[in-house]
């Protein structure tokens, strides 16, 4: 079992529609939790980070980390073309610049 | 500020070959990561260097190797090429300033190797 459990969709959805994406994980030892957006032929930028369980909301994103149920959440709201990207979930037991990704889900919003 | 910079962009080998890619991080960063991404495994962490010295290593052969210079640039070196070695390879750079919550990782492009 890897440590970090992604659906890699694809996932395709209109404009303006809310989106979740999802991550589990097994070693309970992580306590940073990291969103990362990936455009076609760049690196990975990060979005938002959350520490141990919780909610975090940044404009149109909302992170959600349940470390009991070991289960990760972004969800985007009003979505927009601009945001079609492969979105990966990243960990790290902190102390450690070593993340753990999920291999990501590609989303696109059609207009 | 210029971002992370990796070189080549781009690059073709062939199975037993051995290829050297570099990373300059951003100015003032210290500490520089690489990943390895993957269709089939994503990313996957390779190797972290804070002040020349290797300071965290991931789950890969010792065909992977890499330093780490005093002006923080960054060098990766793959020997005996295998096909499966084909991938996007994926540098970042970080303050590591140990402040409340993890450094922020910013990654470069990336360079794509491709092994025939």
């Known amino acids: 079992q890897k440590e970090v459990e992604q659906d890699p969709g694809p996932l395709s959805v209109p404009e303006g529609a809310i989106v979740s994406l999802n991550c589990t994980y097994s070693n309970s030892a992580f306590q940073y939790f990291m969103w990362y957006r990936q455009y076609s032929r760049k690196g990975p930028e990060l979005l938002m980070y959350?520490?141990?369980?919780g909610n975090k909301e940044d404009g149109r994103f909302t992170a959600q980390v349940d470390k009991s149920s070991k289960y990760i959440s972004l969800f985007i709201r009003d979505s927009q073309p601009s945001d079609s990207a492969t979105y990966l979930c990243?960990?790290?037991?902190?102390?450690?610049?070593?993340?753990?990704f999920g291999k990501g889900m590609k989303l696109t919003v059609n207009p | 500020k210029a971002g992370v910079t990796q070189t080549p962009r781009y690059l073709i080998k062939t199975r037993g070959q051995q290829v050297t890619l570099s990373c300059s991080p951003i100015?003032?960063?210290?500490?520089v990561s690489w990943y390895q991404q993957t269709p089939g495994q994503g990313l996957q962490f390779l190797f972290e260097?804070?002040?020349?010295?290797?300071?965290n290593k991931g789950n890969f052969p010792g065909r992977f190797s890499g330093r780490q210079f005093s002006n923080s640039r960054s060098e990766m070196n793959v020997s005996t090429l295998e096909l499966g070695d084909s991938a996007l390879y994926l540098c970042a750079s970080s303050l590591n300033q140990r402040l409340a919550g993890p450094d922020t990782q910013y990654f470069g492009p990336g360079t794509r190797l491709t092994v025939l």
């Open positions: 990243a960990m790290t037991q902190g102390g450690s610049e070593k993340l753990v």
């Open positions: 100015s003032g960063h210290r500490s």
């Open positions: 260097y804070f002040s020349e010295t290797q300071r």
């Open positions: 959350t520490y141990s369980s």
